[in-house]
């Protein structure tokens, strides 16, 4: 268990840094988010308390499937990933959910 612990404090040192800020990022539950962004609720509206909105989802209902760990690393690392359709998605920081998909040209439907 100690060794378990050893590897934790070695990477919360270390860190991945946020593309927008520069400062750390966190491994939540339902998302991989800057430290500096820092979500509160006000009756039924969200804000964010803190310096920095980065922040990308592990469910993408638009993208059509849940993004994994290694697709977030991807993403960090200026790639791009697929999904069945053939559509990509790709890190944009400066659009708005930080993930921008381009979806595969569909083919032209046919005359009836």
Known sequence: MAENTEKTVVTEKKGTPCPVCSRKLKKGEKMVYC??????KDGSE???E?????????KNKIFGRDLTDRDIRTLLEGGS???KNGDSAIL????EY???IDYKEKKEDRDF
């Open 46 to 48: 969200w804000y964010n």
């Open 81 to 83: 990933i697929k999904n």
């Open 35 to 40: 430290e500096e962004y820092k979500p509160k």
């Open 98 to 100: 930080f993930v921008r």
């Open 92 to 95: 944009d920081v400066d659009y």
């Open 50 to 58: 803190g310096n920095c909105d980065f922040r990308i989802t592990y």
